[in-house]
Every structure is written in C-alpha cells, then in structure tokens.
C-alpha cells in the first residue's frame, strides 16, 4: 500500500540555530528505511555526501542513521504526526553534533509509506562559506613546504651548521615572496599545530554556532612547492704564504636547489627547475648571516622562476604615459628594467590542441620608477607608449655579470731602518 501523508508545517521545516550565511546551497535527497526517524537521518547522510563528494565509511554512516524503531510507530497504518514532531527536536540535536555546522538547515519535501517501509525526501541547505576578506576559492591555493636536505650539516668557515635551518629559511622566504604577489591564496604548512588547536576550540561544546560552521573550511592545496637542496662545504678563507693577507674566496657551488611545482591532487609536474649559489657571492661575517642571505637570494629566483612560467609580470593600467604592474613588494625594484611585450595570436600544441601560450611581441622597454606593497610604477624608457595595452608582459632584462675585482697588490719588499729595502730574497 502506497500511502501519501502531509507533514505539519512545523515538522515539514526544521533549521538549525546557526548563524545565517550567504550563498547557502540547496541539495535535495532521499531516505528510504524501515523507520521516519531512520529515513530522515539515510537521506541527510546522502545529502552530505553529495555536497561534500566523498562517501561516508560504513562506520560512520552506522553511527548516524542508527535509530531506535520504537520512536517511529504506526497508528493504523500511518506515520503518527505526533511522534514526528518530538522525533524532530531528537534529528535536530544529533545533526549538530555529526554534521558539525555543515547544514544549516532542512525541509522534508514528502514522506511515504511503500512497502512497508519509510521513504522521505529532504531539501538539505548547506551553509555557505565564512568568509574574512578575499574569497579564499578566488586564487589558486599554494602551499611550499621545507625542503628535504641531502646532509645533516654542511660545514661554514670550519662550523658545523644544521642544514634543516637553510631549509626552513628558503621555505619562510617563500612564503613571504609569493603571499606578496597577491597571485596565490597560501596556505601555511608551518603551524599546523596552532591552526589545529584553534579548529578544537571551534569544535568544543561551548563554541557558538555560528563558529561552528567554519569548522569543515580548512583549505587543501592546488599546488605544492616542494624541492631537495644538496650542499657543499663552504671552506675557511686562504691566506697569502708570504703576506698572511686573506686571499678573495674562489668560486663555490655552496648549494643546489632542485624545486617542483606539483599539482596537489593528481602529483602532476607543473614546472620544475634548478637554483645554484656560488658561496663566493655571499660574504658574510657568521653563519646566521649567511644562511639568510642565501636563503633569500635561492627564494628570489626560485619565485622568479614560477612567476615568470606561471604568472609573468603584467600591466594591469597605463596612465599617463605610466605602466601601472600588478606587483610589489620584493619581487620588483626601484631601477629595474623590463621588455614590454604585446600579447599575440594564441599558439597552440598541434598534437593535443592545448593553449600553449600567445605570442610575445617586445614593443618597449620600462625602468622601474616606485614599487609599493601592491603595485608597482614604471616609465617608458624606450619604444612607443602606444603600442602597449593592458595585459601586456614584463620580461626582465637580465643584468650583466660583474667580474669580481682583481685581488689587490701585494708585495714582501720591506723598507730597512738606513733608506733602503729588504728583499725576500
């Protein structure tokens, strides 16, 4: 017997006390078991799982639809409207304890008895994100982690120094640099422990509803930086074996740094490269010093690297003969040059059909002029201001090397107390 019953408006709508949220999204599902109360909690799980597209383990959904069949009895046949409403209050109080602030709220849409069993369809609203700031879903999400290390140590001027303190200065470096392109939504992998902490407050007894919500918004990665650095000892100084004066240090490959760019969930390889420093580029009076001048000068190419295969520099305004770049912080300086490219007609692989890029055309050359926490302001040094529209590319133009100065002149001749001089030989 095929029964349908109207529900009472006040158990048709049930809504959690939560916090109101913009942009709820609705998903609508159905329970089908032996009891309402059973079927009720079958088509929440099932609404859960498709918003949240991941099914729930057999044990978890054990512990949520299980219910006691006498709190669901027939009157002749029927579902006692009486023992829905009190059924309701019970759904409502365990929804908040296991779906922890993800649903907003219900509404049972219809309910029937087929075959003896207990079939209801809802219409689940999630709540929507909480939201501080720029949508986090905006950009992509990035996420560097330390280094791993070929050494334990690696040796300084005859130091032993911890090679995982070069690693986390890259990583710490990193984080700075690309959170400072305003390109990336980063996500920090430094404090997880603090970031877990604050999620168990969230999630304690006493926390108000509306925190509760942001429990399940803790962020996964689009991509990952991840890379290994091998070292080389950086030796003491020589000395002259005349003089005793301290000889220019000789060129050093101190450190290798091989990163990746991967796609988180797949492991995809996006971009991959190598970064090489010369010791002999790095004076520095201690090994702090040192550390961090390396570090910082491994993460500026290392982000140079993905900026400009990922995200080159762009004009973003063109203002009175002034190129407005979307970018600042330390990535750009005062008194750096670029090429100014126009884009062209879109180039694409003839094997797959993807976009592999547009065509580059160098139609003038910019001098940067100030550079803020956003953006950056650069002038027309050479070429037409005219020929360069909004999304125009910045290529650097690389700088020519120094040679490092000759050592200075050195000679063992001695005066001698009469006038004269002293020979070494």
């Known amino acids: 017997m095929k029964r349908t019953l109207v529900l009472l408006v006040a158990a048709a709508v049930l809504v959690l006390d939560v916090a109101a949220q913009t942009g709820e999204v609705a998903v609508r599902a159905t329970g089908v078991a032996a009891n309402y109360r059973a079927a009720v909690n079958e088509a929440l799980v099932g609404a859960l799982e498709q918003h949240d597209g991941v099914a729930l383990d057999a044990t978890e959904r054990v512990q949520i639809t299980h219910s006691d069949a006498s709190t669901s009895e027939r009157v002749n046949g029927t579902l ?21 602030g993800r649903i907003a709220g219900y509404t049972v849409l219809s309910d029937q008895v087929v075959d003896g069993k207990c079939r209801v369809e809802v219409e689940v609203r999630f709540a929507g994100p909480h939201v501080v700031g720029r949508d986090p879903n905006a950009l992509r999400r990035l996420a560097v982690s330390p280094f791993s290390v070929r050494s334990a140590t690696f040796g300084w001027n005859g130091q032993a120094v911890q090679s995982v303190e070069w690693s986390v200065a890259l990583a710490n470096q990193l984080n700075e640099r690309l959170t400072q392109t305003r390109k990336f939504t980063m996500l920090d992998r430094a404090f997880g422990h603090e970031v877990d902490a604050e999620l168990a407050r969230l999630g304690a007894a006493n926390a108000a509803p509306g925190d509760v919500v942001r429990l399940n918004q803790k962020l996964g990665a689009d991509y990952l930086v991840v890379g290994e650095v091998t070292f080389n000892d950086v030796l003491p100084p020589t000395v002259h074996p005349v003089t005793g004066q301290a000889l220019p240090r000789a060129a050093t490959a101190f450190a290798e740094v091989s990163y990746r760019v991967l796609l988180a969930p797949t492991g995809q390889l996006k971009w991959m490269d190598t970064v090489r420093l010369d010791a002999a580029a790095f004076p520095a009076a201690d090994a702090r010093t040192f550390i961090s001048r390396t570090a910082e000068a491994a993460a500026a190419q290392i982000c140079e690297g993905m900026m400009a295969n990922i995200l080159p520099f762009e004009v973003v305004k063109v203002a009175d003969g002034t190129l407005v770049i979307g970018e600042g912080g330390k990535q750009l300086h005062v008194g750096e040059r670029f090429t100014v490219c126009a884009l062209g007609e879109e180039v694409r692989d003839t094997r797959t059909g993807e976009v592999i890029d547009a065509l580059e055309t160098p139609v003038a050359t910019a001098e940067i002029v100030s550079v803020g926490a956003k953006l950056s302001y650069a002038r027309v040094i050479e070429g037409d201001v005219a020929k360069i529209a909004v999304g125009a590319r910045l290529r650097r133009v690389p700088v020519p090397a120094v040679p490092p100065p000759p050592p200075p002149l050195t000679t063992t001749v001695r005066p001698n107390g009469t006038g004269g001089v002293v020979t070494p030989f």
């Open 80 to 100: 006692d409207d009486r023992a829905k409403l009190e059924m309701n209050d019970a759904i409502t109080k365990d929804m908040q304890k296991w779906a922890k």
